[in-house]
């Protein structure tokens, strides 16, 4: 599986990264800094995620501008993008979800935790 986060936190994407490694699932995982780098790697590649993980709270564009300019890039319509963020909102849940996201996950406190929400998150989405 291909799994892309873009968040512009290198701690969150250590964390992720070491929350991925623990599943059962062998998962290849690309990251990108913010939505510029990570439109541009989109783009620029033949690199095909299954699923991406999106911070809400970036620098330049940030993770509700940049959903539906994901979702606007050749074969990236139907990808699920999961906005992972701090926030715990229903606002920010119901304005993403609208936006085209496939689910909304707030960063969890431990590896443990996240590991957990992920495993029920891919399974959700058949991912």
Not at 28 to 53: Q, S, Y
Not at 58 to 73: A, D, R, S, V
Request: aromatic letters at 6%.
């Amino acid at each position: 599986m291909n799994c892309f986060i873009i968040d512009d936190d290198i701690d969150d994407r250590e964390i992720f990264a070491l929350a991925i490694q623990g599943l059962e699932k062998l998962v290849e995982l690309r990251t990108a800094n913010d939505c510029t780098e990570a439109i541009d790697i989109l783009k620029g590649e033949t690199f095909l995620p299954d699923c991406i993980f999106l911070d809400l709270n970036m620098p330049g564009l940030n993770g509700k501008e940049c959903l539906p300019e994901i979702k606007k890039l050749p074969g990236m319509a139907k990808v699920p993008i999961i906005i992972y963020t701090t926030s715990s909102t229903q606002k920010d849940r119901i304005e993403t979800l609208n936006l085209g996201a496939a689910d909304f996950l707030t960063k969890e406190p431990s590896i443990s935790q996240l590991r957990n929400s992920l495993t029920t998150l891919f399974r959700k989405h058949g991912i």
